[in-house]
């Protein structure tokens, strides 16, 4: 049974190349916001990053998406000083990914103050408090003269 084609001779398949139009507009977009969240932050513009994602929200499918996650944390880490979160979703397939200059201006993407979270030390199990201070003091005497006489 042969095709019914239409006027336009596409076998009705209009629908579909819309669809996915669409669909490639959308990536596209998604990827110049990231690109912006990324030239914002480099540039110590964290409000603008931040309009940025905000004005995203608009984009059909952006917000909940993993993208839409990834920039959320991306912000958070920004805004909190903490280069281990930033650095960790600036190393993920999302940003590595990219165009290579993009990439880059990711993985050297570093926080104002340079600040890493301040983790609290774990204290070892079955040790009392005062043998553990005892054990952080000899550690950093031992730091002291790690670095040579200079």
Same mark, same amino acid.
């Not at 990324?38 to 995203?56: G, M, P, T």
């Given at each position: 049974?042969?095709?019914?084609?239409? $006027?336009?001779?596409? =076998?009705g398949?209009?629908?579909?190349?819309?669809? *996915?139009?669409r @669909?490639?507009?959308?990536?596209?977009?998604?990827?110049?916001?990231?690109?912006? #969240?990324?030239?914002?932050?480099?540039r110590?513009?964290? #409000?603008a990053?931040?309009?940025c994602?905000? &004005?995203?929200? /608009? *984009?059909p499918?952006?917000?909940? /998406? &993993?993208? =839409? *996650?990834?920039?959320?944390?991306?912000?958070?880490?920004?805004?909190? +000083?903490?280069?281990?979160? #930033?650095? &960790?979703? =600036?190393? /993920?397939?999302?940003?590595?990914?990219?165009?290579?200059?993009?990439?880059k201006?990711?993985?050297?993407?570093? #926080?104002?103050?340079?600040? $890493?979270?301040?983790? $609290?030390? !774990? %204290?070892?199990?079955?040790?009392?408090?005062?043998? !553990?201070?005892?054990? %952080? +003091?000899?550690? @950093? @005497?031992?730091? @002291?003269? /790690?670095?040579?006489? =200079?």
């Amino acid at each position: 049974m042969p095709q019914r084609r239409s $006027s336009n001779g596409n =076998c009705g398949r209009t629908r579909g190349c819309l669809w *996915i139009a669409r @669909e490639r507009k959308t990536e596209d977009q998604v990827q110049k916001t990231i690109a912006q #969240v990324l030239v914002h932050l480099h540039r110590n513009d964290f #409000v603008a990053a931040e309009k940025c994602v905000r &004005e995203s929200y /608009s *984009i059909p499918g952006f917000s909940g /998406s &993993e993208d =839409c *996650i990834a920039l959320e944390q991306l912000l958070e880490g920004y805004d909190q +000083q903490d280069q281990d979160q #930033v650095s &960790e979703v =600036c190393n /993920s397939p999302l940003f590595k990914y990219m165009d290579n200059d993009y990439a880059k201006l990711a993985l050297s993407l570093a #926080v104002p103050g340079g600040g $890493s979270k301040k983790k $609290s030390p !774990a %204290t070892p199990m079955g040790m009392e408090t005062g043998q !553990a201070q005892s054990g %952080t +003091q000899a550690e @950093e @005497e031992d730091d @002291e003269y /790690s670095g040579g006489l =200079c």
